[in-house]
């Protein structure tokens, strides 16, 4: 019986990985630090959970592998793997005032840009026609430039995607190069849906890869099954569907954690602090889906607008260094089993404080022990200041979660908080602005098993005309949402809408309505 599934994330300290059954329960988990190469921990981690799972017949029943990877932003923020866009906005004459890539870091700039141009097109944003798309003006631009891939920019392309896609059909046939369409990234903004463009056509490379060490790992141990990227929404997309948007994984990692904590603690409305080896990152669920940002994301310098998850980060995490004068923000990382007082190592870190108070699971008087031995080892005693250290240690991290806890949670005091991740055993059993602390089985891959459970999605983000013609417009969007989500892997019988958001737009000479529609799946069979 075909009826197991393996989810993978890779974080910034530990790659985890779990096996579901059929019926939802963990059969097996690993937990393996991450490699510089990245790659490295996924295959590590791929083969514990394998070896836990048992021989050949039982692994046959594998039938979905599903990855969460920090591939893509790390990418980003070391410059590195980056592929050459030429870049094309559709806009002349009515947005020359701010040239593409304008507030760009300058090495990033240099790194993807092969050349920016603005040619004619677009369109109001009622949808009507700013100029015709100025393709003699495009091929005179590609003539000269040498790029890896085109992204293109149309003004108000949410409301009219005509001349993008016109755009595309001239690029891929006249030069053969892959395109990048703002309308399948973005919502409204053009600079921020510009800017995440540019950089999904710098990603196809990166995506390339990861897709083939993906496929080569379970081609390689022998698992038929197929493979899917998790999306930065919590959802999943076929490796097809994210070679052409990469940068819908970047935030992916988040985006596990919440959608597992769903799942691990049957709460589907609450606040979700995952606790890892370097950072804290505290998310809302609102319906057992992530809580999405309203403002705009940065990523590595770069302003763009596509949906992120709602994500508080702190610099507090199980390696995360303690010091006679303070906390943080250094972290020992995946060297925390090597370098932290509990484990033998010299450094004191939050993980040493929490021993210290009892906070760990398990036997708590063991780990005190072992503690005390490592405390030992670097000529001290507990009662040589080390105690008091760690106490002030601990009590400074609370302080900053307690605070996280309440920016996130926005005055609303009636939801619990779900304490997931491999450090979630430094927070306190009470938290002011929660109704109580839920840790659930398995908390610590509840990221993997976030990318095991998630469903496949599509949305879209347009805007509509607001008279007798609109009820029959939202269905036409709703429908396009749908179609997204089966292209991105979902099952069509069991697709439906799981988000719809209306909000009227003044100032036009035509009432309308900017409209956003997500749709959501099974995976198909």
Do not use: C
Not at 446 to 471: C, E, H, K, Q, W
Not at 489 to 500: N, Q, R, Y
Request: aromatic share 2%.
């Amino acid at each position: 019986m075909a009826d197991l599934r393996i989810g993978i994330d890779v974080g910034g300290t530990n790659t985890d990985a779990v096996v579901l059954g059929g019926d939802g329960r963990v059969i097996a988990k690993a937990k393996r630090p991450t490699t510089k190469d990245v790659t490295g921990g996924l295959r590590a981690a791929l083969d514990a959970v394998l070896a836990e799972l048992g021989p050949a017949p039982v692994q046959d029943r594998i039938t979905r592998v599903m990855l969460g990877t920090t591939h893509a932003t790390n990418a980003i923020l070391e410059r590195r793997g980056l592929g050459r866009v030429a870049v094309l906005r559709l806009g002349a004459p009515a947005t020359t005032s701010v040239p593409p890539l304008s507030d760009w870091p300058g090495d990033l700039r240099a790194a993807v840009s092969a050349g920016e141009a603005i040619v004619p097109g677009g369109h109001y944003v009622d949808g009507r026609e700013i100029s015709p798309p100025g393709l003699d003006a495009i091929r005179r631009f590609l003539d000269g430039v040498e790029a890896d891939a085109v992204a293109v920019t149309s003004v108000f392309s949410p409301a009219s995607s005509e001349h993008e896609r016109l755009a595309e059909e001239l690029i891929k046939a006249e030069y053969g190069l892959p395109v990048s369409l703002s309308h399948e990234i973005g919502s409204l903004g053009l600079l921020e849906r510009e800017n995440a463009t540019v950089l999904n056509a710098a990603l196809y490379g990166v995506a390339a890869h990861v897709t083939e060490a993906l496929v080569t790992a379970l081609a390689e141990r022998g698992l038929g099954a197929r493979p899917y990227l998790a999306q930065n929404d919590g959802t999943l997309m076929t490796v097809e569907h994210a070679a052409r948007l990469p940068v819908s994984t970047i935030g992916s990692g988040p985006a596990n954690s919440l959608r597992g904590a769903a799942f691990l603690s049957g709460v589907a409305d609450a606040i979700v602090v995952d606790v890892g080896g370097t950072s804290t990152d505290l998310g809302v669920l609102a319906g057992g889906f992530p809580r999405e940002s309203a403002a705009a994301v940065e990523i590595g310098g770069v302003l763009t607008n596509f949906r992120m998850p709602d994500i508080l980060a702190i610099a507090l995490g199980g390696g995360t260094v303690v010091r006679a004068d303070g906390v943080g923000p250094g972290s020992v990382g995946y060297r925390i089993v090597e370098e932290a007082l509990v484990f033998g190592g010299s450094t004191m870190t939050m993980t040493d404080a929490a021993v210290a108070a009892g906070r760990t699971p398990g036997d708590a008087q063991g780990w005190r022990e072992r503690l005390a031995d490592g405390v030992r080892a670097q000529g001290h005693d507990m009662s040589a200041g080390i105690s008091d250290i760690l106490e002030r240690a601990l009590a400074v991290a609370d302080e900053m979660v307690i605070d996280a806890v309440d920016r996130m949670a926005l005055g609303k005091t009636d939801r619990p908080l779900v304490a997931v991740g491999g450090g979630a055993f430094m927070l306190p059993e009470g938290i002011p602005g929660v109704s109580r602390v839920i840790r659930p089985e398995h908390a610590e891959v509840a990221n993997a098993v976030g990318a095991a459970i998630a469903l496949a999605s599509g949305r879209v983000d347009t805007i509509l005309p607001a008279g007798d013609s609109r009820a029959q417009a939202i269905e036409k969007a709703k429908e396009e949402a749908a179609a997204r989500a089966v292209a991105a892997g979902a099952d069509p019988s069991g697709v439906e809408i799981v988000d719809l958001l209306e909000v009227p737009l003044s100032y036009l000479s035509e009432p309308a309505v900017r409209v956003h529609v997500k749709a959501a799946g099974p995976l198909a069979r």
